[in-house]
Nanobody, 124 residues
């Protein structure tokens, strides 16, 4: 399964941006899909996750209230709507998925499929 992320770009502080990530195989049924990000010189960090069955979501505190993760089951696509963007949101954003684990550990190691990353730059 390949994940294709897109939607990154250069925006101003306070702007909005929507990322999307599609799984290459329509028959792929993930347990969870999520987003991580990695800023220059920093480690990759968890951003948001959505459980495919039921649609429950969980967010990192830094983005809670500003970012919204959603899914389109028919398209096997996950979205990340990012509002009120800040300079500290600048990072490469990666989508991720796992096929079986539906627990509440959101460590990167629990995700087995990764997209190539899309760069989001928030300019002040």
């Amino acid at each position: 399964v390949q994940l294709q992320a897109c939607g990154g770009g250069l925006v101003q502080v306070g702007d909005s941006l929507r990322l999307s990530c599609a799984a290459s195989e329509r028959t792929f049924s993930p347990a969870r899909m999520g987003w991580f990000r990695q800023a220059p010189g920093k480690e990759r960090e968890f951003v948001a996750v959505i459980h495919w069955s039921g649609g429950s979501t969980y967010y990192a505190d830094r983005v809670k209230g500003r970012f919204t993760i959603s899914r389109d089951n028919a398209k096997n696509t996950v979205y990340l709507q990012m509002n009120i963007l800040k300079p500290e949101d600048t990072a490469v954003y990666y989508c991720a998925a796992n096929a079986y684990y539906s627990g509440t550990s959101y460590a990167a190691e629990t995700f087995h499929y990764w997209g190539q990353g899309t760069l989001v730059t928030v300019s002040s």
